[in-house]
T-cell receptor, first 117, second 114 residues
């Protein structure tokens, strides 16, 4: 069965520190997609990135970077030089491509990041 | 584009009462979803729809019903509210049929059942 594990429940850092949020997934499919969403204190869910199982290239977007490693079933998210505005709950999610799931997202429990000034 | 809108934002229900959570999207997305988020947990899928007139159960459908009469609207009905349904409810929509679909989320409805 598909599963997403975010082992870090809460992380607290001081501004300008780098921080990595871990995500480990389980799936039997060879075609799947991984996502990261951000949920700031206001409560809405903000899409950050989507990665398919055939593309293991790392991605960088400003201070954000993602490291996808199929060998360890991990899709980790790093924030460089963290800022107070990065304080949020971050969710990793998995979507499989098969006739039954219709692209449903399986979410991890989330990691709450607190960035102190 | 307003995206995905949900009403109400907050609601308190008494045990046994009924209510409908409204969800509307203006992006002409075929796929729509209802999730619930309990404290300290990720989102869990309640129901989803792949188009008008077609709905199916997700992981936690008990106590809920849905309908999809138009592409835009996907209401979620609670018939006999129970304290276990206290949660934040998110509606989402997406365009693509495969797993390669970004889901757009509404702002959520915070429901308390007392």
């Amino acid at each position: 069965a598909q599963k997403v594990t975010q082992a870090q429940t809460e992380i607290s850092v001081v501004e300008k520190e780098d921080v990595t949020l871990d995500c480990v997934y389980e799936t039997r499919d060879t075609t799947y997609y991984l996502f990261w969403y951000k949920q700031p204190p206001s409560g809405e869910l903000v899409f950050l990135i989507r990665r398919n199982s055939f593309d293991e290239q790392n991605e960088i977007s400003g201070r954000y970077s993602w490291n996808f490693q199929k060998s360890t079933s991990s899709f980790n998210f790093t924030i460089t030089a963290s800022q107070v505005v990065d304080s949020a709950v971050y969710f990793c999610a998995l979507s499989e491509w098969n006739g039954g799931s219709q692209g449903n997202l399986i979410f991890g429990k989330g990691t709450k990041l607190s960035v102190k000034p | 584009n307003a995206g995905v809108t949900q009403t109400p934002k907050f609601r308190i229900l008494k045990i046994g009462q009924s209510m409908t959570l409204q969800c509307t999207q203006d992006m002409n997305h075929n796929y729509m979803y209802w999730y619930r988020q309990d404290p300290g947990m990720g989102l869990k899928l309640i129901y989803y729809s792949v188009g008008a007139g077609i709905t199916d159960k997700g992981e936690v459908p008990n106590g809920y019903n849905v309908s999809r009469s138009t592409t835009e609207d996907f209401p979620l009905r609670l018939e006999l509210a129970a304290p276990s349904q206290t949660s934040v409810y998110f509606c989402a929509s997406s365009y693509a049929v495969t797993g390669n679909n970004e889901q757009f989320f509404g702002p959520g409805t915070r429901l308390t059942v007392l």
